[in-house]
């Protein structure tokens, strides 16, 4: 089970720290990632970790964000940094274990002023 937590609201320029957390101990990761959804537009990418390290970030997030893993803690984070409205979506954690994905619950972001 992923869940996912750090969505809230922020003023343009700001930052956000969002985490997932899987219970239990997990082997065989093969992508930790996060995925958006904003009102009215389909799901897209955001950034994935592979396991082994190798990061991919959407063109619209690139040098705003950065994701990072605690493979202890079974853990991903999202920090976010200079917001901008059109970041407004409910972000979705997603991993892929030993090829099965699965799916957290969406921690709402609201970029607005």
């Known amino acids: 089970q992923l869940q996912a937590s750090g969505g809230g609201l922020v003023q343009p320029g700001g930052s956000l720290r969002l985490s997932c957390a899987a219970s239990?101990?997990?082997?065989?990761?093969?992508?930790m990632g996060w995925y958006r959804q904003a009102p009215g537009k389909p799901r897209e990418v955001v950034a994935h970790?592979?396991?082994?390290?190798?990061?991919y970030y959407a063109t619209s997030v690139k040098g705003r964000v950065t994701i990072s893993r605690d493979i202890a803690k079974n853990t991903v984070y999202l920090q976010m940094n200079s917001l901008k409205p059109e970041d407004t979506a409910v972000y979705y954690c997603?991993?892929?274990?030993?090829?099965?994905?699965?799916w957290g619950q969406g921690t709402l972001v609201t970029v607005s002023s």
């Open positions: 997603n991993w892929v274990v030993s090829y099965v994905e699965y």
């Open positions: 239990g101990r997990i082997f065989n990761i093969n992508y």
């Open positions: 970790i592979s396991g082994t390290g190798t990061t």
